[in-house]
């Protein structure tokens, strides 16, 4: 039987001590604060990072460099027969084009999957890999059947601030000026290809309460059949906030869904360099059952 490797990147939320329970190896990506370069889980703390934020520094994303991944996929076919690499979401980043077609050096023993997810949706597609290739299933056809399952999962992100929605050119300056004297929160939703502003709301509680209205109305809907080998879960996802208000809005997610299975995980630092600290998001997913 073939030794199947699953590796992700750190756009997942899995920690390091995550993905070494969990038996996957990890990518960490790098990010650029005033033309300085940082390895997130390696030499950065997420305190610093938005700190440097807050005081106006440049602060960027960027992809890992192709010698990082490459040697990665090396010392892992050392052990392993394939790997199947999760990324996150190709319309989030070119990390994952990119990675798609270094693999190509490697003869098919390396594949790509693209299935549009991020944090704690992308966590559970590492999650459904890792169940693959226990019950033996090549890395070809893991990466098929995570592409198919792509777009069954549904999330909804709100931002504390629109300073960084501003900078990223998402909204006009004009915009993001009236929507902090109105404490106005933009609900954005990523479903599948690209994030898009789906409702508006004035303040915090308004905007959770406006994603789990579009939760329950996707749960009655395009979660209404799912089939005995799946089941839905139940995601939060937070840029940096204080541990009592990540655990008041885990609370609050659970009590609208109690009998789904529950998971968190944080928006990580490539995406907070878009939506700054204090951004919340909660998904819905579908999950293969354990």
């Known amino acids: 039987m073939n030794k199947v490797a699953i590796m992700t990147d750190s756009n997942s939320g899995i920690s390091l001590q995550q993905a070494k329970e969990m038996n996957c190896f990890m990518l960490n990506m790098p990010i650029n604060i005033n033309q300085n370069t940082y390895i997130e889980n390696e030499n950065i703390e997420v305190s610093f990072f938005y700190e440097q934020q807050e005081k106006g520094a440049n602060v960027t994303s960027s992809q890992p460099s192709i010698a990082s991944l490459m040697n990665m996929w090396e010392e892992i076919l050392k052990e392993y027969d394939e790997i199947v690499y999760i990324p996150m979401t190709s319309a989030l980043s ?87 004297m109105l404490h106005i929160k933009p609900v954005l939703t990523i479903q599948g290809e690209k994030l898009d502003t789906c409702s508006k709301a004035r303040g915090m509680k308004s905007a959770f309460r406006i994603m789990v209205e579009h939760l329950k109305e996707d749960f009655d809907t395009r979660f209404k059949e799912i089939d005995e080998d799946h089941e839905l879960a139940l995601g939060l996802a937070y840029t940096y906030m204080s541990e009592e208000d990540i655990s008041k809005w885990k609370l609050k997610l659970q009590e609208q869904f109690p009998d789904l299975p529950f998971y968190s995980a944080p928006l990580t630092m490539s995406i907070g360099c878009h939506v700054g600290p204090g951004a919340l998001g909660v998904a819905l997913i579908v999950k293969h059952k354990e």
């Open 94 to 180: 070119g990390s994952c084009q990119s990675a798609m077609s270094f693999a190509q050096e490697f003869d098919g023993k390396v594949q790509v999957v693209d299935n549009h997810r991020i944090s704690v949706t992308q966590l559970l597609s590492v999650m459904d890999a890792l169940s693959m290739a226990e019950k033996g299933y090549g890395a070809k056809e893991i990466k098929e059947r995570l592409e198919k399952e792509a777009y069954d999962a549904s999330i909804y992100i709100t931002v504390d601030t629109l300073k960084y929605l501003q900078k990223g050119g998402r909204i006009t300056p004009a915009v993001a000026l009236l929507g902090s």
